[in-house]
Nanobody, 113 residues
């Protein structure tokens, strides 16, 4: 499975960004797609995941601000991030979980005034 991530960048506090992650290759269901993030000096943490049957999990600090969705026909997941805070600054990694686990290369999100 190959993962193509897009989105990310720099935004001011309170702003919004949208990440996308498209999976290609030998994809079977059930599976799950989502994002984890890692800030400098911190461990990688869950942002959000969504399964092929629509089950969703969010990290505690993302609830109410981030929304994950997916298009199963396109094998693509989307992460809408609103009300961004400086502490959301991190590298965001797309993750695909099926028979095997695959990680994307990561995209930097910077929230700063």
């Amino acid at each position: 499975v190959q993962l193509q991530a897009s989105g990310g960048g720099s935004v001011q506090p309170g702003g919004s960004l949208r990440l996308s992650c498209a999976a290609s290759g030998d994809i079977y269901r059930p599976n799950a797609m989502g994002w984890y993030r890692q800030a400098p000096g911190k461990e990688r943490e869950l942002v959000a995941t969504i399964s092929s049957n629509g089950s969703i999990k969010y990290g505690d600090s993302m609830k109410g601000r981030f929304t994950i969705s997916r298009d199963n026909a396109k094998n693509t997941a989307y992460l809408q991030m609103n009300s961004l805070k400086p502490e959301d600054t991190a590298i965001y990694y797309c993750k695909f979980t099926g028979i095997w686990i695959f990680w994307g290369t990561g995209t930097l999100v910077t929230v700063s005034s």
